[in-house]
């Protein structure tokens, strides 16, 4: 494949990506896509969120574990206090500020897996949300 060719197919992947997200949701996905340096994949974005991972702390070995199976409705942190829907489309305001966004992978991130999430599986993860 010619590398014209693999910049027109990044940008297509890159878009329909975009196309999942609200307008207030395009700068971070913008960001997110962009730092991966390949298309993001909702589908790669969906199996990190529901795997068990191993290396963070032994209560939160999955995303799920605080944010449910059903995206669409609330979670709860390991302390009981009630977090909003993940899903875009049952939580607008969901992945609308960056440093907010951020903030929560860091956290998240380190305590799922024990260690930073790296660009690619973060843009993974924001595709998987703005497609729910």
Excluded at 29 to 58: I, L, Q
Excluded at 83 to 102: C, F, G, H, K, Y
């Amino acid at each position: 494949m010619s590398l014209r060719a693999k910049l027109l197919a990044l940008a297509v992947c890159s878009l329909a990506t975009a196309a999942f997200a609200g307008p207030a949701q395009k700068p971070v996905v913008d960001h997110y896509t962009a730092g991966a340096g390949g298309a993001a994949s909702a589908e790669r974005g969906r199996a990190f969120f529901t795997a068990t991972h191993t290396g963070g702390k032994p209560d939160t070995p999955t995303c799920t574990a605080c944010h449910g199976t059903d995206l669409k409705a609330a979670g709860k942190t390991r302390a009981g206090k009630p977090i909003d829907p993940m899903a875009v489309s049952a939580n607008p305001r969901r992945l609308t500020d960056l440093a907010e966004t951020e903030k929560w992978f860091g956290r998240n991130c380190d305590s799922v897996l024990g260690r930073a999430c790296t660009p690619a599986e973060k843009a993974d993860v924001v595709a998987y949300l703005n497609g729910l």
